[in-house]
């Protein structure tokens, strides 16, 4: 059972570097989710997609983009690094739903901003 | 917007004790789901546990309970016959019952528990 999951896991960049962090999931979730996972602040939403080619901003969407081209992955980019952007990145996925259903979440990939 | 606030950034048990970790919460919404989160050091998030703002019950899993006390806007968590793999951070989160929330959690800053053998 796969899951939530992302890729890579680690990564070191320098300021000014672009790279994409690529999420995957296999249960056939409608809505896929971006957060940041920063000391004292816990988890705060950067994007979001309630379905395939449909996304939409969050609580700390600058800096970044999103896509998702196909209902299982949902990309989030970073054009042009900065310090501020180094963090523990989160994909979460759920089925569409108003009830209690929870987010899946994957392990999380560890950014470093040079 | 929904704010969730913890307000004990570290906790401590001995094993085999009982810990309550405090959960508040603001919102002017009636319906809503609050939830709690278990983060080990491997990074995983593992849901503990959820309430409904529509039921009166506590929610309980096993060993995890909690104290859900909608007019206060407070949601603790309960850890009792505390193990020494409970040790991790937890976060409380919020999300919205509307169809327009998407599903949406709102998280509070968390708190680590260290759990003393």
């Known amino acids: 059972n796969a899951g939530v999951t992302q890729t890579p896991k680690f990564r070191v960049l320098k300021t000014g570097q672009s790279m994409t962090l690529l999420c995957a999931q296999d249960?056939?979730?409608?809505?896929m989710y971006w957060y940041r996972q920063d000391p004292g602040m816990g988890l705060r939403l950067i994007h979001y997609s309630v379905g395939e080619g449909t996304t939409a901003k969050g609580e700390v969407p600058d800096g970044y983009n999103v896509s998702r081209l196909k209902k299982q992955n949902f990309l989030l980019g970073l054009e042009s690094a900065a310090p501020s952007q180094t963090s523990v990145y989160f994909c979460?996925?759920?089925?569409?739903?108003?009830?209690?259903?929870?987010?899946?979440f994957g392990d999380g990939t560890r950014l470093s901003i040079l | 917007a929904q704010t969730v606030t913890q307000s004990q950034p570290e906790m401590s048990v001995q094993e085999a004790e009982t810990v309550t970790l405090s959960c508040t919460y603001d919102t002017s919404e009636s319906d809503y789901y609050l939830f709690w989160y278990k983060q080990p050091p491997s990074r995983q998030m593992i849901l503990v546990i959820r309430?409904?703002?529509?039921?009166?019950q506590n929610a309980t899993e096993n060993r995890f309970s909690v104290n859900f006390q909608k007019a206060a806007k407070s949601f603790s968590l309960k850890i009792s016959d505390s193990q020494l793999g409970d040790a991790a951070m937890y976060f409380c989160a919020y999300r919205s019952a509307g169809g327009t929330s998407y599903g949406k959690l709102t998280f509070g800053q968390g708190t680590i528990l260290t759990v003393h053998p």
């Open positions: 309430q409904e703002a529509y039921k009166q």
């Open positions: 249960m056939n979730h409608e809505y």
């Open positions: 979460a996925s759920s089925i569409r739903t108003d009830g209690n259903q929870p987010q899946h």
